[in-house]
């Protein structure tokens, strides 16, 4: 068990970028969770995965943001035309099954000049 | 909508001694759960505690427990003989009728040698 990883732990980009994330969940874990954090806030729900299907969304989750977990396995989070209320930590989680404790990831730090 | 309330921004202890976080929540859910996670200064978050809404016994975890009042829909988390390394800060959470966790705005615990 290596834990949930992401990548990259820092994004620094220009206003207006595409930016990607990676999240790795713990390997047996079917469920994925992507949760955003902003700063002296506590984590806030963004969308979550049972296996490949995409199954809840957040209303914070505009037609810029996009989240993909082809195979059931890792996921991918996108966002288009960066903007500056973007920045945030963004936390990735998984868990094995309903009601189960969700393990965190260390997160990706996302700065938009 | 679910909501989570801690109304303490920022506790402090003395090493050895006991304290005691607050939580308060809202759900209309009659199935939920409940958690007490931990996020040290740029790690990642821990889980600490959970509580099955439908269990009245109190869990407990070495030295964290907690209070588990039902109908006043309050969760506290105590911690006893204090450690150093229990400064963080701590983050109260309900998940009940879909998948995500609704976070508190968190609790700074400074543990003072």
């Known amino acids: 068990d290596t834990g949930v990883s992401q990548n990259p732990r820092h994004k620094i980009t220009k206003r207006g970028q595409n930016v990607t994330f990676r999240c790795d969940p713990i390997s047996e874990h079917n469920r994925l969770y992507w949760y955003r954090q902003t700063l002296g806030q506590g984590p806030e729900f963004l969308t979550y995965f049972q296996n490949e299907a995409q199954l809840e969304k957040s209303r914070l989750l505009s037609d810029r943001f996009s989240a993909e977990r082809p195979k059931g396995s890792f996921s991918t989070l996108e966002i288009q035309r960066t903007e500056q209320g973007d920045s945030a930590m963004y936390l990735c989680a998984s868990s094995a099954d309903s009601g189960g404790p969700q393990h965190f990831g260390d997160g990706t730090r996302l700065s938009i000049l | 909508a679910q909501t989570v309330t801690q109304s303490q921004p920022e506790m402090s202890v003395q090493e050895a001694e006991t304290v005691t976080l607050s939580c308060t929540y809202d759900?209309?859910?009659?199935?939920?759960?409940l958690f007490w996670y931990k996020q040290p200064p740029s790690r990642q978050m821990i889980l600490v505690i959970r509580?099955?809404?439908?269990?009245?016994q109190n869990a407990t975890e070495n030295r964290f427990s907690v209070n588990f009042q039902k109908a006043a829909k309050s969760f506290s988390l105590k911690i006893s003989d204090s450690q150093l390394g229990d400064a963080a800060m701590y983050f109260c959470?309900?998940?009940?009728?879909?998948?995500?966790?609704?976070f508190g705005k968190g609790t700074k615990l400074t543990v003072n040698p």
């Open positions: 509580q099955e809404a439908y269990k009245q």
């Open positions: 959470a309900v998940q009940g009728g879909s998948e995500k966790l609704v």
């Open positions: 759900t209309s859910e009659s199935d939920y759960y």
